[in-house]
């Protein structure tokens, strides 16, 4: 079998259909993260969908479907946690990483499965996508764009400046919720292809790589979908290559092409920058009115004989003296 027939076989045909729309969801969400500053809250919904993963095998439910039940659940008690509690966002990312993974492994061990099944779902596997899989992440990537496209004035709104948003009246804190369950809808999206553990990577990187050619807050969101495809769909390409000699995972070969193009775009961005910096006019400053000192300030004259340094001040003379600048017009003097 060469490498063009693989494109022939109907598990490759799923999985570049789902990488396709995986590049599309993940970095749509992600750009109103990255907007929050919270663009590790991938990782942590994604170790949470772990969790729901087993539950999946071990109630002998589709863990697909109890992965979006968790990870719903996980990203509104974040959001919740991180908005009324006294603990910060930080270190309730951080209690979504330690027990949905742990609570995970466990499960999956009591459930009587190996390693090597949650492996599919922690770095995506290309024969592991069905047909169903594929259409339940088309139903999904198809709720994510249409909710993140048609509400991204208020979205870009809320995770920019909430004080702002609430002042014009939006329901931030419902907002705010709507984009956590955006991110847990993605995350499931990419569990087949990305994989759970580097799910976030999607979402995130794409963002930042169009962030450098990008000036605008719509031109970085299309942008980041543009490159999470060319991530996605050339990852996987490259994953099923490498499979002829190595056994390769397309989750890693997805984030390493995402930070191939990011590190290609980043000397790019350094230098429009610099550009646009060095091509910004100086601002306009009115000049200083020249105001001769009034008796009471300096009570006494200076004139052309009085042997002081004569500095050049546009249409006058400065005379310096006693740490005083004495001004001096034409033929008269100023009075100091």
Request: net charge negative; with cysteine.
């Amino acid at each position: 079998m060469t490498f063009l027939d693989l494109f022939a076989l109907d598990f490759m045909q799923r999985a570049l259909i789902a990488a396709l729309l995986t590049g599309l969801a993940a970095p749509a969400i992600g750009t109103f993260l990255v907007q929050r500053r919270l663009a590790l809250l991938g990782d942590g919904i994604g170790h949470v969908a772990v969790t729901g993963v087993a539950l999946g095998l071990l109630t002998g439910a589709s863990p697909t479907w109890t992965a979006v039940v968790v990870a719903v659940l996980g990203a509104v008690l974040m959001e919740l946690i991180r908005e009324r509690g006294h603990t910060n966002g930080d270190v309730a990312l951080a209690l979504l990483f330690y027990g949905g993974l742990a609570g995970g492994v466990l499960i999956t061990g009591i459930a009587g499965q190996g390693a090597a099944t949650l492996q599919a779902y922690l770095f995506g596997s290309l024969n592991a996508i069905s047909s169903a899989d594929v259409w339940f992440t088309a139903v999904l990537t198809v709720v994510v764009l249409l909710v993140a496209l048609g509400l991204s004035p208020q979205l870009f709104a809320v995770a920019s400046d909430p004080d702002f948003a609430r002042v014009a009246g939006l329901r931030v804190r419902a907002y705010n919720l709507l984009i956590a369950v955006l991110a847990a809808a993605s995350i499931t999206v990419a569990m087949r292809t990305v994989g759970l553990l580097l799910v976030s990577a999607l979402m995130v990187v794409p963002v930042a790589t169009s962030q450098q050619l990008a000036r605008s807050f719509r031109t970085t969101l299309f942008g980041a979908m543009a490159v999470g495809c060319v991530s996605a769909v050339g990852g996987l390409v490259l994953s099923a290559a490498l499979s002829f000699k190595v056994s390769v995972y397309p989750g890693p070969t997805i984030v390493m092409v995402a930070l191939a193009m990011f590190t290609a775009t980043w000397p790019i961005g350094v230098w429009l920058r610099r550009r646009s910096t060095l091509m910004a006019p100086f601002p306009e400053v009115d000049p200083t009115p020249h105001r001769a000192a009034t008796d009471d300030e300096h009570p006494h004259q200076h004139g052309e004989a009085c042997g002081h340094l004569a500095v050049p001040h546009g249409d006058h003379v400065d005379y310096v003296h006693d740490g005083h600048r004495h001004a001096v017009h034409g033929e008269h003097y100023d009075e100091h």
